[in-house]
């Protein structure tokens, strides 16, 4: 790297997670609607319930949607800002070197960091349409076999990057690195198909057509299953070489990448069960969804905490947010707190207020939601933080005209 270039110059695939981590933060902020607006004609709140909320609600309700409704916008901006510079960016790697290099070693992967990203804007879009366009709930149905197909397309250029990916190590031999597998890296795969499951789930949760909800449950369940089986492969092949060869500092915030794993899939199973219960009358209780969320938010805290004793003790912070070390890698820090604020909100009022353990907007009811809105807020922070690091030219640089 040059000294008046910026990190971002040198491109990694990894740089998808910056577009991610933008998308997953417009859905923290659309918690915000989600739960505390009323939306009694459809599952999710749409534009003429926000601007009804908006105009006759009190002024912390107005204060509530006019921060959601901006950082939407924001985000989604950010996102796709992110996204098409990574597209940009990932054409004109792919035709170097290191493009070649990457794809014949362990980091092959890493290009799954690309339908990961693009499901991601896919449904931050969808809540754009939600927030932003009058009448969207009356023409929705025409949307969903759209969403269902685009969603199926980003799930085959997955699973077809997954086959070249295990068609090259299973069938040649040698060719995986075992040494260098010491971190959940390996579990992008896992987190690409979960983004691709909830997306094809939220049709479920949605329609009112039968077929819609039945293709979308088969579908979700069948991507979702594989996302699962993987994530757990992966985990115990690489938690074994962590084990014997201690975790790649580079890599060490991989290890919470569970967290946003379990939070997507815990969101596609609550869709499935909704369509499951309105469709075809395969009903449950409240106490179910308490056991899910609260099941999901113990191992999350697991690995979360797992994570963080690990990046201390490496020293992570110093080397790769505050230090001179910049890696892309560092994005991956962004998805365990915007997960693990979605799953906070999904547990306190899906959970806890639905089972009558808590009153909605009581003081426990916002002392708990503190924390996922702290999780949230300390992550716009660090968004912001990184991309000042690796997309802001150095002090004092000129620009270098093109021979």
């Given at each position: 790297?040059?000294?008046?270039?910026?990190?971002?110059?040198?491109?990694?695939?990894?740089?998808?997670?910056?577009?991610?981590?933008?998308?997953?933060?417009?859905?923290?902020?659309?918690?915000?609607?989600?739960?505390?607006?009323?939306?009694p004609?459809?599952?999710?709140?749409?534009?003429?319930?926000?601007?009804?909320?908006?105009?006759?609600?009190?002024?912390?309700?107005?204060?509530?949607?006019?921060?959601?409704?901006?950082?939407?916008a924001?985000?989604?901006?950010?996102?796709?800002?992110?996204?098409?510079?990574?597209?940009?960016?990932?054409?004109?790697f792919?035709?170097t070197?290191?493009?070649?290099?990457?794809?014949?070693?362990?980091?092959?992967?890493?290009?799954?960091?690309?339908?990961?990203?693009?499901?991601?804007?896919?449904?931050?879009?969808?809540?754009?349409?939600?927030?932003?366009?009058?009448?969207?709930?009356g023409?929705?149905?025409?949307?969903?076999?759209?969403?269902?197909?685009?969603?199926?397309?980003?799930?085959?250029?997955?699973?077809?990057?997954?086959?070249?990916f295990?068609?090259?190590?299973?069938?040649?031999?040698?060719?995986?690195?075992?040494?260098?597998?010491?971190?959940?890296?390996?579990?992008?795969?896992?987190?690409?198909?979960?983004?691709?499951?909830?997306?094809?789930?939220?049709?479920?949760?949605?329609?009112?057509?039968?077929?819609?909800?039945?293709?979308?449950?088969?579908?979700?369940?069948?991507?979702?299953?594989?996302?699962?089986?993987?994530?757990?492969?992966?985990?115990?092949?690489?938690?074994?070489?962590m084990l014997?060869?201690?975790?790649?500092?580079?890599?060490?915030?991989?290890?919470?990448?569970?967290?946003?794993?379990?939070?997507?899939?815990?969101?596609?199973?609550m869709?499935?069960?909704?369509?499951?219960?309105?469709?075809?009358?395969?009903?449950?209780?409240?106490?179910?969804?308490?056991?899910?969320?609260t099941?999901?938010?113990?191992?999350?805290?697991?690995?979360?905490?797992?994570?963080?004793?690990?990046?201390?003790?490496?020293?992570?912070a110093?080397?790769y947010l505050?230090?001179?070390?910049?890696?892309?890698?560092?994005y991956?820090?962004?998805?365990?707190?915007?997960?693990?604020?979605?799953?906070?909100?999904?547990w306190?009022?899906?959970?806890?207020?639905?089972?009558?353990?808590?009153?909605?907007?009581?003081?426990?009811?916002?002392?708990?939601?503190?924390?996922?809105?702290?999780?949230?807020?300390?992550?716009?922070l660090?968004?912001?933080?990184?991309?000042?690091?690796?997309?802001?030219?150095?002090?004092?640089?000129?620009?270098?005209?093109?021979?």
């Amino acid at each position: 790297m040059t000294p008046h270039s910026r990190p971002a110059d040198t491109y990694s695939p990894l740089y998808f997670l910056a577009s991610l981590g933008a998308g997953g933060l417009a859905v923290t902020f659309f918690m915000y609607l989600m739960f505390w607006v009323p939306h009694p004609n459809a599952p999710v709140p749409v534009f003429e319930d926000i601007a009804g909320a908006f105009n006759s609600g009190t002024f912390a309700m107005k204060s509530g949607i006019a921060v959601a409704v901006v950082g939407i916008a924001a985000m989604v901006f950010l996102n796709l800002k992110m996204l098409f510079w990574n597209f940009a960016e990932l054409g004109k790697f792919a035709k170097t070197g290191a493009y070649t290099k990457l794809v014949n070693s362990n980091g092959e992967t890493q290009l799954l960091a690309m339908p990961l990203a693009l499901a991601m804007t896919v449904n931050g879009l969808f809540i754009v349409g939600l927030v932003y366009v009058p009448g969207l709930w009356g023409i929705v149905e025409y949307l969903f076999p759209a969403a269902l197909v685009t969603f199926a397309i980003i799930g085959m250029i997955a699973f077809r990057r997954i086959g070249f990916f295990l068609g090259r190590v299973l069938s040649e031999g040698g060719v995986f690195d075992v040494t260098a597998n010491n971190s959940f890296a390996q579990l992008l795969p896992a987190f690409a198909l979960s983004m691709v499951a909830v997306g094809l789930s939220a049709p479920a949760a949605m329609s009112t057509v039968p077929a819609t909800v039945g293709i979308s449950l088969v579908l979700s369940i069948f991507v979702g299953t594989i996302a699962a089986l993987y994530a757990l492969v992966a985990a115990i092949v690489a938690f074994n070489s962590m084990l014997h060869h201690g975790t790649a500092k580079e890599s060490a915030p991989t290890l919470m990448i569970v967290v946003p794993i379990l939070t997507i899939l815990g969101i596609m199973t609550m869709r499935q069960d909704h369509g499951l219960h309105t469709t075809f009358e395969g009903h449950s209780d409240m106490a179910s969804t308490l056991l899910l969320t609260t099941t999901i938010l113990a191992v999350q805290a697991a690995f979360a905490a797992l994570g963080m004793l690990v990046l201390r003790r490496q020293k992570y912070a110093d080397a790769y947010l505050r230090g001179d070390g910049n890696s892309p890698g560092a994005y991956a820090l962004v998805c365990p707190g915007v997960a693990l604020s979605v799953m906070m909100h999904f547990w306190i009022n899906k959970g806890l207020v639905a089972a009558g353990i808590i009153a909605k907007f009581g003081i426990l009811y916002w002392g708990l939601t503190a924390v996922a809105i702290g999780f949230q807020v300390a992550m716009v922070l660090l968004v912001l933080h990184l991309n000042r690091r690796h997309f802001r030219k150095p002090s004092g640089a000129t620009p270098v005209p093109a021979e």
